[in-house]
């Protein structure tokens, strides 16, 4: 399977550019791939757990022939009920080997997460401040060992 993990999207790409924006949705999609090695196949709701780490929910919403919209998110407890954060919706698009994060919830409890939409916003329009936080974050579970494989 090809990897990026040394790409650094940021450092060689014209950001705000179309092809910039084309580059960070190959990379999401290589590091989704390396989440989810059966993306193209599996259906449901997943949870993948890792020791150290929050349980990562994955939901397949939506199979089309060449697309698959899922969602990406840790589950939190707090007082006020059930939080989801960072609330990513995805979408895949398989023939042309993409993913863009379509949505991103506003509010993050996660510290890291926080900073990164801070310094992204400063420079970078909304879709390439989605896309880049979930190309950092897909990076992140896979060095924490997340895997999520068909039942």
């Not at 999609?29 to 090695?37: A, D, T, V």
């Not at 407890?77 to 954060?85: F, I, L, M, Q």
């Not at 190309?135 to 060095?143: A, C, P, S």
Request: net charge neutral; hydrophobic share 40%; glycine share 6%.
């Amino acid at each position: 399977m090809l990897l990026d993990s040394s790409l650094v999207p940021q450092t060689i790409i014209s950001p705000r550019s179309f092809v910039g924006l084309m580059s960070v949705y190959e990379s999401n999609f290589l590091r989704l791939l390396s989440l989810i090695p059966d993306l193209d196949q599996i259906d449901g709701c997943f949870r993948s757990r890792v020791a150290g780490d929050c349980d990562l929910h994955v939901d397949i919403l939506e199979r089309a022939r060449y697309t698959v919209t899922l969602s990406l998110t840790y589950y939190f407890d707090t007082p006020d009920g059930r939080v989801s954060d960072p609330d990513m919706l995805v979408r895949a698009y398989l023939d042309g080997k993409l993913a863009e994060a379509v949505r991103l919830g506003r509010e993050h409890r996660h510290v890291e997460f926080r900073r990164l939409l801070r310094e992204q916003r400063k420079d970078l329009g909304a879709r390439w401040t989605r896309n880049m936080v979930l190309n950092k974050w897909l990076d992140y579970l896979r060095e924490q060992g997340h895997l999520v494989l068909d039942r």
